[in-house]
């Protein structure tokens, strides 16, 4: 396998105007992700976490340094990169297989349309939508539109998928579900993840590698490797590593959140 | 609540109506009004019947065909405006004082100007119809534009869209919703406005109806003339409502 990196950050700054002056959001981040990994970014909450994924998706340019893809410059969004966002976006007025078809009918898809059916057929059932195929998204749950939304995604087939808090507005029954379905979809199909959470167990659960962002301006304070190999399973909770992993994540970001409150009380001042 | 049979359900539909009848006829015969000033629903309906065999049909006519026409024209400018304003944050903050100055003034207010402009024939009618349609539509129309949250076109630029891509098959959708919205709104004002316009030296139409009914003093005309505007505007909405529920059963909330 080739070691050269496919997402690179390259000593990234983002600055985004306001009144009182340009605001730094994003200060010198440099990481390198290979083929394969799936790399979480944890930090508090308004850090600049979501910049980084913006920067990746092409929503977001650097103010300074560069984003390379397999060692081009982002350019702006593309159906190379899958985007899942917390608040999902699955198209209401579509039902459940014209989500799943909507990039697939793009200009920008190159699949033969002979085989849209069965790409459609084969992300239903995996995401357990099947029944649902003529549904609007109103008639489904939470986590129902978040799986849509994942299918909706992977019907283009990206070799990126980006996510950010993709689960965070789901109940905890419902999330430890998806998660353990985006493990499994991710053993059948093998793609590049960057994921933005603020669950320190969900990093550890999912992840090859751990990136602890400090409060803003961020800056990757720590990253920190996951000893658990794939395919995973719920066992790796009773792990004694898992705990110390965690202890040790939690310590972090605990702290970049009270560097954070003590920006807010000098900026209050 | 517990699905009502058919019967029940149409029994309901009428109660209110029955019950405005009777309050009607109880006023009448109570002694407290004086019988001249308020005709009996039986004589309104008479009235009704002998006018449909003499002007009234032509009189609906007209007046629904300038509706038609002033809503027509207001909702088919007012889209493309609203549309514009309520994507392009930047221009609403400069034009939503002037919208909000014309959407003010009473379209009542205007008609010795478009006398003058105008004159009094079909013209003028229209564009007064135009006038309400179109500030009544334009609000609603960029109101709904507004809140349409950008998440479903950055979907979609992920997903590979181009520009004319996401215009097509994620703006319009979301757009046809605040359309019909738009129109039944531009219709309801019309229609309040009807009267009004017709007021200018009409020859035809429910506003001249009423007009040449006043002159004379002939209440029950007047009243044929009124429930008449009422039934023909309910009979608009529920038709657009139907047609609403068709077209954009996809979303939340029905109309």
């Given at each position: 396998m080739s070691t050269e990196p496919r997402i690179r950050f390259d000593d990234v700054v983002v600055e985004f105007p306001t009144a009182q002056g340009p605001m730094r959001v994003l200060d010198g981040v440099s990481l390198d992700i290979r083929q394969g990994e799936f790399v979480s970014i944890i930090g508090p909450s308004g850090c600049g976490k979501t910049t980084l994924m913006n920067l990746l998706a092409g929503f977001v340019q650097p103010s300074r340094g560069q984003v390379l893809l397999d060692g081009r410059p982002v350019a702006g969004p593309g159906p190379d990169r899958g985007v899942i966002f917390q608040e999902y976006?699955?198209?209401?007025?579509?039902t459940v297989r014209q989500n799943i078809a909507f990039g697939l009918r793009?200009?920008?898809?190159?699949?033969?349309?002979?085989?849209h059916a069965a790409i459609i057929e084969r992300y239903m059932r995996l995401m357990g939508l099947a029944d649902f195929a003529e549904h609007h998204p109103k008639h489904l749950s939470g986590g129902m539109r978040q799986r849509l939304a994942l299918a909706r995604a992977y019907a283009v087939r990206p070799q990126f998928l980006l996510m950010d808090e993709?689960?965070?507005?789901?109940?905890a029954q419902t999330r430890s579900a998806m998660q353990d379905l985006l493990l499994e979809v991710l053993q059948a199909e093998d793609k590049t993840v960057l994921l933005i959470t603020h669950s320190v167990d969900e990093a550890i659960y999912l992840s090859s590698r751990i990136v602890v962002v400090t409060a803003r301006p961020a800056r990757i304070r720590t990253v920190i490797d996951v000893p658990f190999g794939y395919?995973?399973?719920?066992?790796?909770?009773?792990?004694?590593r898992f705990a110390q992993l965690r202890a040790q994540i939690r310590e972090l970001v605990m702290q970049e959140y009270a560097a954070q409150s003590r920006q807010q009380v000098r900026l209050s001042d | 609540m517990p699905r009502s049979s058919a019967p029940r359900r149409i029994a309901l539909i009428l109660l209110p109506w029955l019950v405005l009848v009777a309050l009607w006829y109880g006023l009448r015969y109570s002694?407290?009004?004086n019988p001249a000033l308020v005709p009996a629903p039986h004589e309104v309906a008479t009235r009704f019947v002998a006018l449909m065999g003499d002007r009234l049909p032509m009189d609906i006519l007209m007046s629904t065909q300038r509706v038609f026409i002033g809503v027509a024209l207001g909702t088919l400018v007012a889209v493309p405006v609203g549309f514009c304003l309520g994507w392009y944050r930047g221009v609403r903050t400069f034009i939503d004082p002037v919208i909000n100055f014309f959407r003010a003034l009473p379209p009542i207010a205007l008609i010795p100007l478009v006398i003058v402009y105008f004159g009094i024939g079909e013209v003028a009618k229209t564009v007064i119809l135009f006038y309400a349609s179109f500030f009544a539509g334009v609000i609603v129309m960029y109101e709904g534009i507004a809140q349409i949250s950008p998440i479903y076109v950055r979907v979609a630029r992920t997903l590979g869209a181009t520009d004319l891509e996401i215009f097509a098959r994620v703006i319009v959708p979301l757009t046809v919703p605040h359309i019909l919205t738009a129109v039944r709104v531009a219709l309801g004002v019309a229609w309040a406005t009807l009267v009004a316009s017709e007021l200018i030296a009409a020859q035809q139409g429910l506003g001249a109806l009423i007009q040449n009914a006043s002159a004379f003093f002939q209440l029950d005309i007047i009243y044929v003339g009124i429930i008449c505007i009422g039934f023909i505007a309910l009979a608009m909405d529920l038709l657009l409502r139907a047609a609403t529920r068709r077209l954009v059963a996809w979303q939340d909330r029905l109309a």
């Open positions: 976006g699955v198209f209401p007025w579509l793009l200009g920008a898809n190159r699949t033969p349309k002979a085989g993709p689960f965070g507005a789901l109940d395919p995973r399973g719920e066992s790796v909770h009773e792990d004694p | 002694g407290l009004v």
